[in-house]
Nanobody, 123 residues
Framework: QVQLVESGGGLVQAGGSLRLSCAASGRTSSSYAMAWFRQAPGKDRQFVAVIRWITSTIYADSVKGRFTIARDNAKNTVYLQMNSLKPEDTAVYYC?????????????????WGQGTQVTVSS
């Protein structure tokens, strides 16, 4: 089992920045794909970003150029640096881990999930 705990969410004004962290424990592996998803009220959970190994990353078009995903395998932690935040970025952000997701942007292909952290961007 792998446990994931997110932190770093909060309330920020549009144009501001936040850094989310996801601490993994249990039977983790540096080979796992680590991703961030988000879910706004009344909407489906959607892909934000994923990192495999150290430098292989994919971003949703809506966050490309504003968000950066990174991982520190020594600390078993994944980060999501969010800059130039917009009100439409408001959502609960979830960290996910997958042993070998067939499709890196699909919710159902991930094995472990955190409880989520709220991000609210005011206009």
């Amino acid at each position: 089992q792998v446990q994931l705990v997110e932190s770093g969410g909060g309330l920020v004004q549009a144009g501001g920045s936040l850094r989310l962290s996801c601490a993994a424990s249990g039977r983790t592996s540096s080979s796992y794909a680590m991703a961030w998803f988000r879910q706004a009220p009344g909407k489906d959970r959607q892909f934000v970003a994923v990192i495999r190994w150290i430098t292989s990353t994919i971003y949703a078009d809506s966050v490309k150029g504003r968000f950066t995903i990174a991982r520190d395998n020594a600390k078993n932690t994944v980060y999501l640096q969010m800059n130039s935040l917009k009100p439409e970025d408001t959502a609960v952000y979830y960290c996910a881990a997958g042993r070998d997701p067939p499709n890196l942007v699909v919710v159902r292909d991930y094995d472990y999930w955190g409880q989520g952290t709220q991000v609210t961007v005011s206009s």
